[in-house]
């Protein structure tokens, strides 16, 4: 073995500045470190609006839920109410007139009219089966007298299935499909008719009828 002579000051002085500095370099960033792990600074709006949306849209859909509860439940009433009112008239002597709904939501309507006149010498069955877009008819729904009038929007939008026949023991014979722009309703007062035309125009808003422009 041997022994290390003693090295000379400024030697031993810049090897201890050099230990310094390297350990300096060698020390984790405290701040650095700080500042990725502890990133607690204000989010920014579009941040806090996109947390925020799930609870947003899940408003909003129950609201939409509700509304469209709402509408149904008034056009159930709506369309009771008229379907209580319908029923079989007599138009004039020997001649009567009786509806009866196949169906009615938002979405369709479809009933169906019987008229029968029978005097002596002579019978006849007129079958009429009307089918149309609720959305496509005009509010509001018009009174005449005892009577209430439904009327397209724009266009001929009453689909109708005509059948006729001239004895009631013979086959009912059935004509091409007709288009027409109104139809007629029979009732036993203009009070009562009233009733239902307000009832059906109720009906139709909820089904998306719109107003006459014109």
């Avoid at 069955?125 to 009577?147: I, M």
Wanted: hydrophobic share 35%; glycine share 4%.
């Amino acid at each position: 073995m041997f022994k290390l002579n003693a090295l000379p000051s400024h030697l031993f002085l810049a090897c201890a500045v050099a230990v310094a500095l390297l350990s300096g370099c060698s020390k984790p960033s405290t701040e650095s470190n700080t500042g990725v792990e502890n990133n607690t600074g204000p989010k920014t709006a579009a941040a806090a609006q996109t947390e925020q949306r799930p609870g947003v849209t899940a408003a909003t859909s129950l609201e939409r839920s509700s509304s469209d509860a709402s509408i149904q439940s008034e056009l159930n009433t709506a369309l009771e109410f008229v379907k209580s009112r319908l029923s079989r008239k007599l138009l004039k002597t020997g001649s009567s007139w009786e509806p009866s709904i196949e169906k009615m939501d938002r979405s369709w309507w479809r009933w169906r009219e019987v008229q029968t006149s029978i005097i002596p010498g002579y019978y006849s069955e007129v079958t009429e089966v009307y089918s149309a877009q609720p959305s496509k008819l005009a509010v509001p729904v018009k009174v005449e007298g005892s009577n209430v009038q439904v009327e397209c929007l724009l266009e001929k939008c009453f689909q109708v299935e005509v059948t006729r026949r001239s004895s009631p023991t013979e086959p009912a014979v059935a004509s091409a499909p007709e288009f027409r722009a109104e139809n007629t309703w029979y009732f036993a007062s203009p009070e009562e008719a009233m009733r239902v035309a307000n009832a059906l125009t109720d009906a139709l808003k909820a089904s998306g009828a719109q107003p006459h422009r014109y």
